[in-house]
């Protein structure tokens, strides 16, 4: 149980196009979703808390309006990146929480953006 | 702010031997520490989670410790096996937040057969 998807698991895009990532808790309902960001050979870094039917959490230095997420359903939550630029070429993983429980994420396969 | 730092990037070792990588926070001492497994171009796989209030913690070959007067958690894999390669990952919880993890670089292992 507790299966995290991410879709899709790779794209490529030309500089200036907005890309959405969706993840989608496939065997439970999450309230709560974590998008990470992963450069190579560096940690996972927070950008941003997705809740289910509120505004998400940014980590500071993340800006919001590059960074569309939505949480519209217990099961799915997307991130928009919106004019995408190659320095946002990174390894995007989404993470998910059960229900009353925070002491142990799961998380999606990552999708691997590259902007040329 | 707290950060984790873990020190090894790379670590080899010889199947069959105990690895043992660390993992060294700078502040406060977090409620748990968690312990996950990343494989190259996959998301993390979560391990084990150690509270504070717990020394050590075992699953299977698996072993955590938990040093909150060093400030540090030390990670075992016995009886290593090449299937154990990967980048393993240190994590705790952001404090006051609503599960927020701060994650260390990790380190990668590699098990010679």
């Known amino acids: 149980g507790a299966v995290v998807s991410q879709h899709p698991s790779w794209v490529i895009c030309k500089s200036g196009t907005s890309v959405k990532i969706e993840c989608r808790s496939l065997?439970?309902?999450?309230?709560?979703m974590f998008w990470y960001r992963q450069f190579p050979k560096q940690s996972l870094m927070l950008m941003a808390t997705?809740?289910?039917?509120?505004?998400?959490?940014?980590e500071q230095g993340v800006e919001k309006d590059k960074f569309l997420i939505n949480h519209a359903s217990l099961t799915l939550s997307t991130l928009t990146v919106t004019s995408a630029h190659p320095e946002d070429s990174s390894f995007y993983i989404c993470?998910?929480?059960?229900?009353?429980?925070?002491?142990?994420?799961?998380f999606g396969p990552g999708t691997r953006l590259t902007v040329l | 702010s707290q950060k984790i730092e873990q020190n090894s990037e790379a670590l080899n070792i010889q199947e069959g031997k105990t690895a043992t990588l660390t993992c060294n926070y700078t502040?406060?001492?977090?409620?748990?520490l968690q312990w996950y497994r990343q494989d190259p171009g996959r998301g993390p796989v979560f391990l084990l989670l150690?509270?504070?209030?717990?020394k050590e913690k075992r699953k299977e070959r698996l072993k955590v410790t938990f040093d909150t007067t060093l400030k540090q958690s030390l990670f075992h894999i016995t009886a290593s096996q090449p299937a154990d390669s990967a980048t393993y990952l240190c994590?705790?919880?952001?404090?006051?937040?609503?599960?927020?993890?701060?994650f260390g670089k990790g380190t990668k292992l590699s098990v010679k057969p």
């Open positions: 993470s998910a929480i059960l229900p009353l429980s925070i002491n142990e994420q799961f």
């Open positions: 065997d439970f309902q999450a309230t709560t």
């Open positions: 997705s809740n289910e039917g509120s505004k998400a959490t940014y």
């Open positions: 502040n406060y001492s977090p409620a748990y």
């Open positions: 150690i509270r504070e209030n717990e």
């Open positions: 994590a705790l919880l952001d404090g006051g937040s609503q599960g927020n993890l701060i």
